[in-house]
């Protein structure tokens, strides 16, 4: 059975070299892969002499590298991790023994629930963390304790199977989403958090990441929760035009008379649009349907080919 470490990085010269060792050292059986994102301090040269296999996506984001990494790396077991050295390796181990013997198709790697606001001392990146927390677990109806964690655990399956959009560090909420939507098992391990060392910086940057993810967010839910999501926007609407229309019909009954011509052509239209938009939302919600066991018959093929 191989194990695969898959270690994303850009400009992370001054930790890599631990990262790499480290998981070596835990995981001396594995191939540990750094895929370098442009980084102009040496990060590739670092990782190749401490034993890395080190190969190169281009194009800017860490979406983008974890899509390369998905498609190029054969493997029973990936140990996905960060390479700013904020995770340790230990967990690993019991990372790729679930996965292995078929408890779970992704391990989270949870610091919430560890040390992660001992450390973090950025008060944003706190909020946003709880944020999209509970309003992944409310409209999901799951209890995920972390959402965005760079430390995770995945199946064959899984990587074969996720239709990677993110281009940057949505990614991580992305994973979780996919996960939670295709009913794959799920488990959480809490793992130690550490902030970066000094000099180390964060490519996260609060405001433009925290958009990006609650783009995301709405986006899959249009895709994957397209009933949902049209029938919020058509009640929406209905209310808009309601609160329009009222006043006209009480006018009427009390004065037998409509002054607001322009203002009731317009209330129809609304309410002709949010019809369209919901019956929208039913077609894509019965191909959802037929997409979603179409995804079923390719992982029961995947299983398959696995076992052979």
């Not at 001054?14 to 895929?35: G, M, N, Q, S, W």
């Not at 992704?106 to 309003?135: A, C, P, Q, W």
């Amino acid at each position: 059975m191989k194990t695969a470490v898959l270690i994303p990085c850009y400009n992370e010269a001054k930790t890599i070299e631990k990262v790499v060792t480290d998981f070596k050292r835990v995981l001396p059986h594995a191939d540990i892969y750094v895929y370098d994102n442009n980084s102009t301090d040496g990060t590739d040269k670092i990782a190749k002499k401490a034993g890395a296999i080190v190969k190169y996506e281009y194009n800017q984001g860490k979406g983008n590298v974890v899509r390369l990494m998905f498609r190029q790396i054969e493997a029973d077991c990936y140990i996905m991790v960060d390479g700013d050295d904020t995770y340790p390796a230990e967990p690993a181990k019991e990372f790729e023994k679930l996965i292995l013997n078929g408890k779970a198709d992704m391990v989270i790697g949870d610091r919430l629930s560890s040390t992660y606001f001992e450390e973090n001392d950025r008060l944003f990146h706190n909020t946003g963390n709880k944020l999209v927390r509970k309003f992944i677990n409310i409209f999901f109806k799951s209890n995920l304790n972390d959402i965005m964690t760079g430390m995770r655990g995945f199946s064959y399956n899984f990587v074969k199977s996720f239709p990677i959009s993110s281009k940057e560090f949505e990614i991580e909420t992305e994973m979780s989403i996919f996960a939670l939507i295709n009913n794959f098992k799920i488990k959480e391990i809490p793992v130690e958090y550490r902030d970066r060392i000094e000099g180390s910086e964060s490519k996260l940057n609060t405001y433009k990441d925290g958009y990006k993810v609650m783009k995301m967010i709405a986006t899959l839910i249009r895709d994957e929760r397209p009933l949902f999501f049209f029938s919020l926007i058509t009640l929406i609407l209905l209310i808009i035009a309601g609160i329009y229309f009222f006043p006209i019909l009480f006018k009427y009954f009390s004065k037998g008379y409509v002054l607001k011509i322009p203002t009731l052509l317009t209330i129809s239209t609304v309410v002709i649009v949010a019809t369209i938009i919901f019956f929208v939302g039913i077609i894509l919600h019965v191909l959802k349907k037929q997409h979603a066991n179409n995804l079923e018959h390719h992982l029961l093929l995947l299983n398959e080919i696995n076992k052979k």
